[in-house]
């Protein structure tokens, strides 16, 4: 602390109105009290403070306004300011009766002859209000912490105990940088640094070296790769390698799996009939899809791929079947929903979509195999593009079932226009045998004049061209 030098010199004559004027000016709460702390008068320098109005204070005493664990305080900065020692500020708290005790910051110092002392006061609720903020940060970020702290020990646990055996690899420099117990021992590897050390692949073959390096190749240019199978350095185990890419703090890491192939290693290889349908289904004209029971494509021919308008089959892999089928969210949810009630679907007719704006009329077979390992939906797609747009009688309803099977193939529109046609077909052919063909009385019969029956007849091919009309205007009623 440091006092004016001069302070006669400096500040002049300064008179109490002056002095006045400045204590209201450096503070926000200034008390004038008698040296026993009876409040004589009370200035605000601000008006946001939520206290008792100025006249309530007057002639109390400083203790009775302000709480009873801050009564102490006060008696400490009157002592201070008794014995002209040099000013403490002390937090002291006062009550308001809207809310929470304000806190005032406050410093005491005796002045004037009479002994009266004036007491300076600062807000310090902006600084409580950020004190809080700051614990609740605090407190927020040690849950969050010990969160983190439980979920990396579930990890690592789980992590050392896992059968399979899994590697951390760094994408950019293909260092190790994590293996767990079953990973060294599969790699015969002797401890944590010896596999941290050392650049993946490793521990297989030379075909082998070659197939991993070439699979994590592919992950890291499309973020997808198939798995492969590879055989140990030793030439006893045959392993399956999966990979997949993940990002960590702006750095990409690939996570490797190695399964061994136990019993007979031929399991794994694809015999040579399986290996003559692959490149038929392949090479098929009609499209092939393999997608999981949501919809999404895992493997499709190339004949697809056409009809799509893609390059390669990894712009479809992951993808959900809808984005090339005719009605988006339409057309997948009726096949996915006869699937699931059916097993299978025949003969749907939608259009695909292609990459570029094509769009080709097909029908799709469907079936569902729940019992695969993964379960999956299988769908195959025939160009349709060649046919008609009308469609004979025989694929009309003929029975509720048929009916419903059509729903979602047919637009709503053309099975009512349709099904009306083959009814009023059905009741002329009924009432022209029930009259042995005699037209005048069929139209009767059907509350038609002559002439309309003659032009639906006509219509539907049950007459000869050259037969004549009858003179009577059509019943348009019908």
């Known amino acids: 602390m440091r006092k004016l030098t001069e302070p006669q010199q400096s500040l002049g004559n300064l008179d109490a109105e002056a002095a006045a004027r400045i204590i209201v000016a450096a503070t926000d709460v200034a008390l004038v ?55 403490r500020w002390r937090q002291l708290n006062h009550p308001a009766s809207g809310g929470a005790d304000v806190p005032i910051l406050y410093s005491a110092v005796r002045t004037g002859r009479r002994g009266r002392v004036v007491a ?38 789980l992590f050392q105990l ?20 079953t990973a060294m021992r599969l790699l015969n590897e002797g401890g944590k640094r010896i596999a941290a050390a050392r650049t993946f692949p490793y521990g297989f073959d030379a075909d082998g070296l070659r197939t991993v390096q070439a699979q994590l190749a592919t992950l890291k240019a499309s973020g997808r790769a198939e798995d492969v199978v590879v055989r140990s350095a030793d030439g006893q185990t045959r392993h399956v390698v999966s990979v997949s890419l993940f990002r960590h703090e702006a750095e990409a890491f690939c996570l490797v799996r190695l399964l061994p192939l136990h019993g007979d290693p031929r399991a794994a290889v694809v ?49 959900l079947l809808s984005r090339w089928l005719g009605r988006p969210g339409v057309d997948l949810e009726v096949l996915l929903s006869n699937l699931r009630q059916h097993g299978s679907v025949r003969m749907f007719s939608t259009e695909v979509r292609g990459q570029f704006g094509s769009t080709t009329k097909v029908e799709i077979s469907a079936v569902s195999v729940p019992d695969g390992d993964p379960p999956c939906l299988g769908f195959t797609v025939r160009n349709a593009s060649h046919l008609g747009e009308s469609r004979s009688t025989a694929e009309l309803p003929r029975s509720i079932e048929h009916f419903t099977e059509l729903i979602g193939r047919v637009p709503l529109k053309d099975l009512v226009r349709d099904t009306t046609d083959v009814i009023e077909r059905l009741c002329i052919e009924a009432a022209l045998e029930l009259t042995n063909d005699n037209r005048a009385s069929a139209a009767e019969m059907l509350g038609l004049s002559r002439q309309s029956l003659y032009v639906k007849l006509r219509r539907y091919g049950l007459s000869d061209e050259h037969e004549s009309d009858e003179s009577e205007p059509a019943d348009r009623s019908t």
């Open 120 to 157: 300076l006061g600062r807000d310090l609720r902006t600084m409580s209000s950020l004190q809080q903020s700051l614990m609740d940060a605090q407190r927020s970020m040690e849950r969050e912490y010990s969160r983190l702290r439980h979920a990396e020990t579930r990890y690592r646990l």
């Open 162 to 181: 896992a059968s399979e055996a899994v590697l951390i690899i760094n994408a950019s420099t293909m260092k190790v940088v994590e293996a767990n117990p």
């Open 271 to 319: 015999t040579p009939a399986q290996s003559r349908l692959l490149q038929v289904v392949e090479r098929l004209p009609d499209g092939l899809i393999v997608t999981d029971l949501g919809g999404k494509i895992l493997t499709a021919n190339m004949a697809f791929l056409d009809l799509a308008q893609l390059g390669s089959e990894e712009q479809a892999r992951g993808e």
């Open 33 to 87: 009290m008698d040296a026993d702390g009876t409040i004589r008068d009370v200035a605000f320098g601000t008006n946001d403070i939520p206290l008792d109005s100025d006249s309530k204070w007057v002639g109390q005493s400083w203790s009775d306004i302000v709480t009873s664990e801050s009564r102490p305080k006060v008696e400490a900065l009157l002592k201070d300011a008794a014995d002209d020692a040099a000013p």
